[in-house]
């Protein structure tokens, strides 16, 4: 455990609420999943593919509140800032849930993405506060293994919902959690900032702070990896209630495949707790890659021979191979990319995510867009954009020291 004004927080629990706000989001995400084409039907969306918009426009509040939550909590503290992050995500959940239109829909996506922002960037830069290096990575490992069993259940959970309700009580269950976690954070959590670390609000020390953040090789080689990694993600998560759901008309049986795939990502971050300690980030990182892009390589010529809709069987394979890979990437791909950061952990994190977060959303919104009732964009998206991933880690490797 560690210690902060005489109060003290034991390990496990720190990292059990940690995970908790931080998966908040995937919460908010995985659930709606099942719920996509409802939502799509109920406020009259035309075409199809812009139901993806409700998973794309919670990463763009999320994006924008990620660069301003960081500076924020460097003046203010961690905690209040979290705080406030909770409180606009309620305001976005009841805009949501009383949306009679699609664009009241989105508009308030955009304010739950914009308010999570504050639970993910900042309680990444409390952790910082605590923990450096391959400590930090084994700690946002155990945060992922717990953080993973969320995406796992959260499409089931949806799905749940819909057999006894629509899909406006999966909004209120987003309510209740959001108030859960806020106690539980209000009551537990002591403040890890303390006052003569922080830094003045004013735009003219944070400007400096953003260009010595953005000027630095390597934390924005690891962010534009971050970025390619993510976008391919993203691009599965947008892709995977058409594919699944619709193409392979899995149906019902959608969360429990999802899950399943869910859980490779998740087995990863807890043997990457372990492996870390053993090999390093840097070289799990590269072989993660090359994993993928071999995967991707060897899968694709499959895909072919069948037009683009392969056996079940293979997809979930292939997939969920590629999920282990990402697994091992998640965690240390934002540790590396904090590392040289350490004096600057709020504007750091928040610089970070939010980058990563505005190029994945392109990325994912391509792959996306493509999307053509056949899974060539769901694999090309793969192979294409973790081959930049390792084509940049190439250049950074003559200049990177973290993650040996």
């Known amino acids: 455990m560690y210690h902060q004004k005489d109060k003290a927080i034991p390990f496990a629990e720190f990292v059990t609420l940690i995970a908790l706000l931080i998966s908040l989001a995937a919460l908010s995400i995985d659930a709606m999943l099942p719920a996509l084409g409802i ?96 400590a930090m990575a084994r700690v946002m490992s155990f945060v992922m293994t717990v953080f993973i069993l969320v995406p796992m259940m959260a499409p089931a959970l949806g799905q749940l919902v819909l057999y006894y309700a629509d899909w406006r009580m999966i909004f209120i269950g987003l309510l209740s959690a959001a108030i859960v976690l806020s106690v539980w954070l209000m009551i537990r959590m002591p403040e890890t900032l303390a006052e003569v670390n922080r830094r003045s609000f004013a735009p003219g020390i944070l400007w400096r702070g953003f260009k010595e953040v953005v000027s630095h090789r390597v934390a924005m080689g690891f962010t534009l990896v971050t970025g390619l990694v993510f976008g391919a993600f993203i691009g599965y998560l947008n892709l995977s209630q058409p594919v699944l759901q619709d193409q392979y008309t899995l149906g019902t049986q959608f969360p429990l495949y999802f899950g399943c795939l869910a859980g490779a990502i998740g087995l990863a971050s807890l043997m990457n707790a372990r492996l870390v300690g053993r090999y390093g980030m840097w070289r799990l990182v590269i072989l993660s890659l090359i994993s993928i ?35 091992l990437l998640f965690g240390n791909l934002n540790s590396m990319a904090m590392e040289p950061l350490g004096h600057l952990a709020g504007i750091g994190a928040g ?23 056949t899974i060539y964009p769901l694999v090309g998206g793969f192979l294409v954009l973790i081959s930049i991933a390792l084509l940049i880690c190439y250049c950074l490797h003559r200049y990177a020291d973290v993650g040996r």
Request: net charge neutral; charged share 10%; hydrophobic share 55%.
């Open 39 to 134: 939502i799509g039907n109920d406020l009259n969306v035309a075409d199809p593919n812009d139901n993806q918009l409700v998973i794309v426009t919670f990463f763009v509040g999320m994006a924008v509140g990620q660069f301003l939550y960081g500076p924020l909590s460097d003046s203010f503290g961690r905690k209040s800032v979290i705080l406030f992050g909770l409180v606009i995500f309620v305001a976005g959940t009841l805009l949501s849930v009383t949306a009679d239109s699609f664009q009241q829909m989105l508009l308030g996506r955009v304010l739950q993405g914009f308010g999570l922002a504050g639970p993910r960037v900042v309680s990444v830069a409390l952790v910082r506060d605590l923990y450096a290096g391959r």
């Open 293 to 327: 892009t071999l995967l991707s390589l060897i899968y694709l010529p499959v895909v072919i021979f069948y037009t683009g809709h392969p056996p079940l069987q293979t997809l979930v394979s292939y997939l969920f191979l590629v999920f282990f890979a990402v697994g």
């Open 351 to 373: 610089l970070v995510s939010a980058l990563s977060t505005l190029l994945s959303i392109v990325f994912s919104l391509i792959i996306g867009q493509l999307y053509n009732q």
